[in-house]
């Protein structure tokens, strides 16, 4: 499936010996294995020039695994996520599957995997990267510079809420429900993850809800701001509501450091926030869970676009935030910043030099195919090491 000759296979080859960290590749469906292509040499090229050497496995999630096992998630790809160090995710879904059964579509095989890793936390960096600042729908101004991080809450609120459900009434009529649910506990894990890394930042968190008409919405901005007033004194806390944030991201997204809030607003808002940024096809995101004694916590790294299916298989896709996704799990996961900042540095590089996938090419410019991309971070990979 690899352009460049290199199957999984050759990777997940090590040692049964040594303690190399384990990765877990799930390409997915539509521009997924493409995207996740590239982002295979990039891993095979730390190993190759830096010693830095994962056991690499693969395996199927969203319609491809439904597709093959009748299921999105199927338990032994559940087990192999549990069992690595770190996930690297494509994108799932797609029209093909717009047809099955709710509890079978692929969006719900990357659900399972999120609740059953315990990923409660989302960071969803929005970066405009210098070159890029024309490339947004916004003027330059507004976003040159940017760098706002969302953390969205992700494995309660109403994505998971019960009940859930449509109803037959009788007589034609149905009724859906669905159900916005949070606990303290729930709200505490969350804001301290954000709170702490608006101390590593500019230390200032915005905490987003909709207290002026939900109950959870209360509960959820006195909940943080008690985590607030009670750990973290020195970070600038404040409160939007989730309405008045998206307008406020558009007009003036530059004020924000850290934003904080629930899975919905999260889902919402940082899909408005990458497009800040120019294209989607740039934006990274961790998922992450509580560390255990040892100190290791369940993650999950995935581009924030998704699967693309008008573009896939015709190699235009940027692989660029599956690389970043990449890079971020370097740093979240693996401590190996090093290695993360010389692909972050290629990555500059290479938008600097001019070159453009099609989605944030301007209108003179011929677009990079998806592996010519992979080509140009990796020789300037190679030049910077
Ligand atoms: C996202 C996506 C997912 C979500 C879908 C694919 C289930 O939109 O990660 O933002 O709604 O969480
Ligand atoms: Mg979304």
């Not at 493409?34 to 190759?48: D, F, G, K, Y």
């Not at 940017?146 to 037959?168: N, Q, S």
């Amino acid at each position: 499936m690899s352009q460049h000759g290199l199957g999984p296979r050759q990777l997940t080859v090590k040692k049964a010996m040594t303690k190399n960290p384990k990765l877990l590749l799930l390409a997915g469906d539509g521009i997924g294995p493409e995207v996740m292509n590239e982002t295979r040499r990039v891993i095979q090229w730390l190993s190759a020039a830096r010693g830095l050497d994962f056991d690499v496995d693969e395996d199927l999630v969203g319609g491809c695994a439904f597709d093959a096992h009748g299921h999105p998630a199927p338990p032994a790809v559940i087990a192999k996520a549990l069992a690595a160090d770190a996930v690297l995710l494509g994108a799932v879904g797609g029209p093909k599957w717009a047809g099955v059964d709710y509890a079978r579509r692929p969006e719900q095989g990357l659900l399972d995997l999120r609740k059953k890793l315990g990923l409660f936390a989302n960071l969803r960096p929005a970066l405009c990267f210098d070159a890029l600042k024309d490339a947004s729908s916004l003027k330059p101004d507004v976003v040159s510079g940017l760098d706002i991080l969302i953390v969205r809450e992700l494995i309660g609120g109403i994505y998971f809420g019960e009940p859930a459900g449509i109803e037959d009434l009788g007589g034609g009529q149905r009724r859906g429900v669905n159900t916005q649910v949070y606990t303290t506990e729930e709200i505490h894990r969350v804001a301290r993850v954000a709170f702490d890394l608006a101390g590593k930042r500019d230390g200032r968190l915005t905490s987003v809800d909709k207290a002026n008409v939900m109950v959870s919405g209360l509960l959820w901005r006195e909940e943080v701001q008690k985590i607030g007033n009670k750990e973290y004194p020195d970070i600038q806390l404040d409160h939007m509501y989730a309405d008045n944030c998206a307008m406020q991201l558009v007009r003036a997204p530059k004020q924000f450091d850290v934003i904080v809030t629930d899975n919905l607003f999260g889902d919402l808002l940082s899909d408005a926030a990458a497009m800040l940024t120019g294209s989607l096809g740039m934006l990274p995101s961790a998922s992450l869970g509580a560390r255990d004694e040892s100190g290791r916590a369940h993650a999950l790294y995935e581009p924030v676009h998704g699967s693309a299916p008008d573009i896939a298989g015709t190699g235009k896709a940027n692989p660029i935030a599956m690389i970043l996704s990449f890079v971020m799990a370097l740093r979240y996961s693996f401590d190996r910043a090093v290695d993360a900042d010389l692909i972050d540095k290629a990555v500059h590089n290479v938008l600097a030099q001019g070159l453009r996938t099609g989605d944030i090419a301007g209108g003179g410019e011929t677009p990079l195919s998806t592996a010519a991309m992979g080509d140009a971070i990796l020789s300037e990979m190679e030049a910077l090491n």
